[in-house]
């Protein structure tokens, strides 16, 4: 199907996509799930250099959940309130919106033609949707879904309000194992082969098995965990509600190293090389070495941050409930530009392609670029 045979239904409800097959779909480019990779280090490796300029908004009701997902030409964003919006970066619009299911309180996982999708209310709580057809795939009873659904060698895996946790076929919905957790999950998983790493609401972090659900380790915490771990190649990085940052060991779960912050900590951090950002209750933003947990810099908003920050080569992008988007030295943590979005900021920045895009609660989505490339556009 052509991309303008594609687009004839524009708004009216979920369109085709002539979307390519998995493999050709660059990983370092496209956003396909939490965090960007199953290890979730919402991190990239190109910078949209500041002063930036609005190429273009579009009025969005509700709240992204964690950040839009890009591949090819498209956004695809996840609503609270139960819609799916999927945009053309190349035609500047919204091309489809339709409700997918009741409330979502996380992002879902893309592998193409499949969106992957967890439902926090209804009957019907795991939704496959083809998005080559609109058709669904299947869709399962669960208890609520209350994270994110994580894609991994064709298997989903998830978190539930009833203390269960899912490995299931993403080609059926079947379950393949299930772990009970101590209370209820809404720290989404990150995985790293063999092990699969969540947290649960009263402080306890759990790595199992990827295939087996069999537990290599249980550490708890202090301080309930509402944030998902990021994973490097030997450490898990998580926050909890006390204020403590902590660095747990891959292979046993001890604590490498703690450091006490301002505020609770909602955010996840984000990891570039060797240092770790993250935002507080606090107000703050605060650039932490992911070594040994020292302290490299620290900045003040005002208002919470409880959003991922999104790490660049040279820059911190970060949103605020404030109601400001910021773009920080990644070295120094000096303010370089400010941009005011008008509304609480409660969804994470991405960079796709040359654009860096971020959603305003209950107001719009914005596409940035830089204001060379931004009038470059206009001009076309």
Known sequence: MALGASLILACAGLIPLPVPPASQIDPEEAWLMLGKNPQHHHAVNRNVHPPIALVWKQRLHSVVTDHPLAFESYLVTALRNGNLAIFSLERQEQIAMDRIGPTMGHVPSIHLPFLFAGFNLGKHTLLALNLRNTQREFRRQYPEVTTSPIYWDRKLYFGTNRRQFFCVNARSGDSIWTFKARAAIHASPAIRDPL?????????????????????????????????????????????????????????????????????????PSLYQNFLYVGTNGHEVVALRKTDGSILWRFQTDGIVNTVPLSSPDYIYVGSWDGNLYILNRFTGKLIFKQELNSAVKSSPIIYQQYLIVHSANKHLWVFATEKFAREIKEK
């Not at 306890?204 to 944030?227: E, H």
């Not at 940052?245 to 703690?258: E, I, P, S």
């Open 196 to 268: 699969v790493v969540f947290a649960d609401d009263k402080g306890n972090v759990y790595a199992l098995d990827v295939s087996s659900g069999i537990t290599f380790w249980q550490t708890s915490l202090d301080g309930s965990i509402f944030s998902h771990p990021v994973l490097d190649d030997s450490m898990v990085f998580v926050g909890t509600v006390s204020g403590l940052f902590v660095a747990l060991d891959q292979k046993t779960g001890k604590v490498r190293w703690q450091t006490q912050l301002n505020g609770s900590i909602y955010s996840s």
